[in-house]
């Protein structure tokens, strides 16, 4: 039996060109951002001049630069993660513990490999890595979907936003005094970061303004709505607001 560096190493080895070929076939490198919406477990590839793809994935895991730890999608408690489980099984039977532990001290590399042996467990086509601010996702591409036809593909553009500067992205929600002028201060629902996990809310910012008459009112209510005005702008365009008001 192989010990866990050679097995690991030997997936590897496998991988790359077949991810190297996989690559070249839809052009991966070409596009130069990326959305994905991870109920539907989809992710767009796309170009500023809207040219996209869409790829069916499989969330194998996420490194977190800040605490600099791996953890695997099953780990979550996701049962929309069930798959991954079978990676874990598979580390109890041949004793890699690296498997089969939910969470641990890593660094960037160990994803890869555990990217490459999911690929071989559950029948990848090739694989995706998105890297944002605080953690790096890793993901297997398992399908190519035609954005023409396939009805998942409908539903995530129903719940994004076409916005001229970016494209589809997500929504999000602003006073109808922030702008990308002149600062008038940045008050947010929760703390944001780019690109960050959202599970029921929506991004949404106000000014000083709003937030002394938010409070005024003790909320937001019938009497401090009106004056907010909120406004739905895009994800990237959030941040940029947020940048220029900081
Ligand atoms: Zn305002
Ligand atoms: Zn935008």
Same mark, same amino acid.
């Given at each position: 039996m192989l010990d866990y560096n050679e097995y690991s190493q030997s997936e590897l080895n496998k991988l790359i060109p077949i991810q190297d070929e996989f690559k070249e076939k839809y052009k991966i490198?070409?596009?130069s951002h990326w959305f994905y919406d991870d109920d539907l477990k989809i992710i767009r590839l796309y170009n500023d001049d809207k040219h996209e793809i869409f790829f069916k994935y499989i969330p194998i895991g996420t490194y977190s630069l800040t605490s600099e730890t791996w953890m695997w999608s099953w780990f979550n408690n996701d049962? =929309? =993660?069930?798959?991954t489980v079978k990676i874990k099984n598979f580390g109890l039977e041949n004793n890699y513990r690296k498997l089969y532990e939910g969470t641990f001290p890593s660094d960037i590399y160990d994803g890869w490999e555990f990217l490459a042996i999911s690929f071989n467990i559950l029948d990848g086509i090739g694989v995706y890595t998105l890297n944002t601010e605080n953690l790096n996702y890793y993901l297997l591409l398992i399908e190519n979907l035609n954005s023409e036809k396939d009805s998942n593909i409908k539903i995530l553009k129903q719940q994004v936003l076409d916005c001229p500067?970016?494209?589809?992205q997500r929504k999000a929600f602003v006073c109808?005094?922030? =702008?990308?002028?002149?600062?008038v201060g940045f008050i947010e629902a929760f703390d944001t970061y780019p690109k960050m996990e959202l599970e029921e809310e929506d991004l949404q910012a106000w000014c000083n303004d709003c937030e002394n008459i938010r409070r005024k009112h003790n909320g937001w209510n019938e009497e401090s709505e009106p004056y907010a005005q909120i406004k739905l702008i895009c994800e990237n365009c959030y941040f940029e607001i947020k940048n220029i008001n900081q």
């Open positions: 490198d070409s596009f049962e =929309n =993660n069930a798959e500067n970016h494209g589809l109808q005094h922030l =702008n990308l002028e002149k600062p």
